[in-house]
């Protein structure tokens, strides 16, 4: 039974003649396989400056329910907050009722609904917590998100916020909303908790976190760059988007291609020398390229397809590379 985006690496060993040096090539190889279940989190921004951009989301919503709709995708979508106050008891929480949407639910009009979480939650947003604990084991077995994640199911964690993750673990109780940005050093570093959402699943390639929000240099006066949910989607190989874009459909919708089991990124398990790259996909050779083919994050170690690169269902994609000598793939 083949698994989506299942890494087989091949360590050969080839000689420089004109150094004298030995290199190391290796061959990565993923498939690109059809994905019947996947779980769903929108973690939506609920302090007093995200009234719009709530009900972008809900304008768009139907562009990231098309491709699941046309491929017969069994879902789960839920909905929680950025408010995690340690006091409040329903914290992490999934919203409505039924607290979890599936393909037999009015979904978009539900999901409607649920999105428009109102405008006075906490101003110290902790996306990356409140997610992390709402799929956690201690929330969804025995707990009150019961039934939401499913141990066969691939997970995908949507945030949307206009501020900086907050995620702290109790660090900066009672301190101002202030200290989120002058007492960073106090956060929980990115990398820890992705790791939680990542040991929920044997094969780690079945989770993704994308985000929805200010990026640097955006057209947004009153938006913050959300740098540590974009570090968490590059580190899963999930999507960033602009908040400040004022229609969402098309990023939504490629959201909605990867919630399906269409990736776009796939992780080399080595760091390469990205001159060395070659990549295939079902044996024909893909070119490097920004908008219509693939591209290379020497950071994390990610291929990303590009545009119309993108490869189709039940694709075989290899690449081949020489590996980066002291290079190293952050987590």
């Not at 940005?181 to 990115?190: A, N």
């Not at 929920?200 to 913050?224: F, H, P």
Request: aromatic fraction near 8%.
């Amino acid at each position: 039974m083949r698994r989506t985006a299942l890494a087989l690496s091949l360590v050969l060993v080839g000689c420089e003649s004109d150094r004298g040096l030995y290199e190391q090539v290796a061959t990565d190889s993923w498939y690109q396989a059809p994905n019947n279940e996947v779980d769903i989190l929108f973690v939506v921004d609920d302090s007093c400056s995200m009234e719009d951009e709530q009900k972008t989301l809900s304008r768009g919503f139907a562009s990231f329910t098309d491709a699941m709709t046309d491929s017969g995708t069994d879902f789960h979508i839920g909905v929680i907050t950025t408010s995690f106050d340690y006091s409040d008891t329903e914290r992490g929480m999934l919203r409505g009722d039924p607290m979890y949407l599936t393909n037999g639910d009015d979904y978009i009009s539900e999901f409607s609904l649920r999105a428009t979480v109102g405008i006075e939650g906490s101003d110290k947003e902790k996306g990356l917590e409140a997610a992390s604990y709402a799929v956690s084991p201690a929330m969804n077995v025995g707990g009150p998100n019961e039934g939401f994640v499913r141990h066969s199911a691939s997970l995908l964690v949507v945030v949307v916020s206009d501020e900086e993750d907050c995620s702290d673990h109790a660090r900066l109780e009672g301190q101002p909303p202030e200290s989120c940005y002058t007492d960073q050093d106090k956060l929980v570093p990115v990398g820890d908790v992705v790791s939680e959402f990542l040991n929920l699943k044997e094969d780690q390639e079945q989770v993704q976190i994308g985000a929805i929000v200010g990026v640097r240099n955006g057209s947004c006066d009153d938006t913050y760059p959300g740098t540590r949910y974009i570090d968490a989607a590059r580190l899963t190989g999930g999507l960033v988007g602009d908040i400040c874009e004022p229609d969402w459909s098309t990023m939504l919708g490629d959201l909605g291609l990867n919630a399906v089991g269409i990736r776009t990124s796939f992780k080399l398990d080595s760091a390469a020398q990205p001159a060395s790259l070659e990549v295939m996909v079902n044996g024909d050779v893909v070119d490097e390229d920004d908008n219509n083919g693939w591209s290379y994050d020497e950071n994390t170690c990610f291929i990303t397809f590009n545009g119309a690169s993108v490869p189709e269902r039940d694709s075989e994609i290899v690449a081949t590379y020489t590996i980066q000598s002291g290079g190293s793939c952050s987590l």
